[in-house]
């Protein structure tokens, strides 16, 4: 399964959208958001030839999606840097902030944001100038000149592979206890591979100095089929009820995988240290609710509810992936995320789930 092709999240602001459906997503963008802080902070005070000397501070947002979560990361990071620069009493430099995905991203919908997001930073930050654009492409590869960038940021994108790993028959949709220790061994060696692409491509795009500021799902021990999948073996379930209604076929669920990948924090650590461009500056381990609306104090707490806003989150993620490899039209999906919804409500009521990330902070040598 090539990446570049099936993985891009439900296009416009419907009921399913990206757009509509990501509010976990700003959860975790608000999360990170101390180590962004400090990340800007140390740049501030830090960086060689560039911010706040020079008179345009280039940022990148990789892995943007559509909706408006990518303009609230660049919000946030003019603020920061707005609060800087009036502590220290200098002045504020001009932005450009690059947002990347891949080319079938909706792009159209963000575009369709910047006219208000101008108009909200001119009221929130006086004198400030930003200049948005699109770069479309895969993050694995290079997107920018040499040393253009001064901060990079990416949130919830680094978990997803480049690809299927290779020679995976057989399988489930992602790791579990049934798979044999080859199907892990590959998944764990494909995130090795791509992310240590990834640091490359980057540190030649990156002044020295510059900070990249990731944050991805994690899991925070060794075994790994823990509770950080729990969410995927219940949309596996779902497919099974799909399949005794002979609404799909078993070869077609056997074939496929997920290209998602969930790392612990010292093999992120392990790969930058052989990779060799940056320092960790900063890594930490945070856990979110599958429901970003739960209210772990509510007494009232409405499982069946809280599963449809997880499959709804959910399906805008993943549906153009299943319907690219399944060939479902709309009925069934519908169906398919009823039943998820469904198993997901079953697993609340039981245990509340979470979704482990892994938040890091790197300084370029």
Known sequence: MARGKLLHMNAGNGECSYASCSTLQRKVIEKAKPVLEDAIKKMFNNITGGFPKSSCFNMADLGCSSGPNTLFTVSNIIKIVQVLCDEKSCKMPEFQAYLNDLPDNDFNTIFKLIPSFYRNLKEAVDGANCFVSGVPGTFYERLFPSKRLHLVHSSYSLHWLSQVPEKIENNNIYITRTSPPQVFEAYMKQFDKDFSRFLQVRSEEIVTGGHMVLTFMGRSIPDPYGSHSAHLDL??????????????????????????????????????????????????????????????????????????????????????????????????????????????????LVQKGKFSNIVISLRKK
């Not at 930058?272 to 979110?288: P, R």
């Not at 806003?309 to 993943?318: D, H």
């Not at 399944?326 to 039943?339: A, M, S």
Request: hydrophobic share 40%.
């Open 235 to 348: 949309l596996s379930k779902s497919f099974i009820d799909l399949i005794h209604e002979g609404l799909t076929e078993q070869a077609k669920l056997d074939s496929f995988h997920f290209p998602f990948y969930a790392p612990r924090k010292d093999e992120v650590e392990k790969i930058v240290q052989m990779e060799g461009s940056f320092d960790v500056d900063t890594i930490k381990f945070f856990k979110v609710n599958w429901d970003e609306s739960d209210n772990a104090d509510d007494i009232c707490f409405d499982a069946y509810s809280s599963g449809k806003n997880i499959a709804r989150s959910m399906r805008s993620v993943l549906e153009q992936m299943l319907v690219s490899h399944f060939q479902f039209g709309d009925p069934v999906v519908d169906y398919l995320f009823e039943r998820y919804a469904y198993h997901l409500a079953c697993h609340l």
